[in-house]
């Protein structure tokens, strides 16, 4: 099969088109044959040497997937062969096959293509893991998200609206925030030109928000401290500022606040599983009615993947990036 290799820790030139063997299934495990592989952050970090594949996985890129099921034990998940299907992979996901533990796949929503579909594993798995799991995000309250204009973001967005939540999103330019905004933010806060503290008390009447989902870490920790109402949780799933910040364990205390934060990729695959039956649940169906959808910002050949890595790199995009297989 034809597969993305990265030859070298480095920039987008190090994704290099290569020849691999087809993976073969486990127990539990489905054969796919990919149609399309989304783009995520751990992609980028991956390339250049910051995040290695947890033992055992693929050391190919690509943690989400969409493509029909073609080998394996679908079965052991109520799945079928020839079924469309999207999953969240620990990597493997830029190939013409990959392997998925047949409980981390879920059927492709109707309306939807399997490009869209390759859109949400990643996004959705951390998504509702990280803002209504652990962050608890609970009816009535507040949501803010730093990097609204990503994947991640724009998702936040999208499932924090459909449940009737306020939600707040910085993003890096005047024109993401008035695309986030149209994306159904209720307001979107440029962080070049605004300080998102002041803004957040200004647009809550100083109460603060319930729970931020955030990317950045380092110095925005004591300032999204200062943007949490009384028993609010504060949510790290990245560290793109750093891996150090102050806290002012004084104001934690007195406000009763929660610091938490969380990784997927290595997480075992019954807790993932869990994730994928809430998401079928409580989300697919909102994907199924159009209430929702995932955005796709650009699609690229599977040949063509350090064009794609070079755009996520530029930042600029609005949603997803996915890569096609020819």
């Not at 999208?158 to 910085?170: D, I, M």
């Not at 909102?286 to 063509?304: D, K, M, N, R």
Request: a negative charge.
């Amino acid at each position: 099969m034809k597969a993305i290799e990265i030859t070298q820790s480095g920039g987008p030139e190090v994704l290099q088109l290569a020849d691999r063997p087809m993976p073969i299934p486990g127990p539990g495990e489905v054969l796919i044959k990919v149609a399309a592989a989304g783009i995520n952050r751990p992609d980028v970090l991956q390339r250049q040497g910051g995040y290695a594949p947890p033992p055992g996985a693929s050391d190919l890129p690509g943690l989400e997937i969409a493509g029909h099921i073609v080998g394996g034990d679908p079965a052991s998940a109520g799945l079928a062969m020839e079924d469309a299907i999207c999953a969240l992979v620990t990597g493997g996901g830029y190939a013409q096959y990959c392997v998925a533990p047949a409980a981390q796949c879920l059927p492709v929503p109707k309306r939807l293509s399997l490009i869209q579909a390759a859109a949400l594993p990643e996004t959705y798995f951390t998504v509702w893991s990280n803002v209504f799991d652990r962050g608890r995000l609970a009816p009535g309250e507040t949501l803010l998200v730093h990097g609204g204009g990503s994947g991640i973001g724009t998702t936040a967005i999208a499932l924090a609206r459909a449940f009737g939540h306020p939600v707040y999103a910085t993003a890096g330019s005047d024109a993401r925030v008035q695309a986030i905004e149209a994306l159904g933010c209720t307001r979107g806060i440029n962080y070049r030109t605004q300080d998102f503290v002041e803004e957040i008390q200004a647009l809550t009447d100083g109460r603060g928000v319930d729970v931020i989902l955030d990317m950045v870490a380092g110095d925005y920790l004591p300032r999204n401290i200062k943007c949490l109402a009384e028993d609010g949780r504060l949510v790290m799933i990245a560290q793109l500022g750093g891996m150090h910040g102050q806290v002012n364990c004084w104001r934690v205390m007195v406000r009763r606040l929660t610091i938490t934060g969380s990784t997927l990729r290595s997480r075992p695959v019954a807790f993932k599983a869990a994730i994928a039956q809430a998401l079928k649940e409580r989300v697919w169906p909102l994907l199924e009615a159009g209430t929702i959808e995932p955005l796709i910002h650009a699609t690229f050949p599977l040949s063509e993947a350090a064009r794609a890595h070079a755009m996520m790199d530029a930042g600029e995009q609005i949603g997803k990036i996915v890569l096609t297989m020819e």
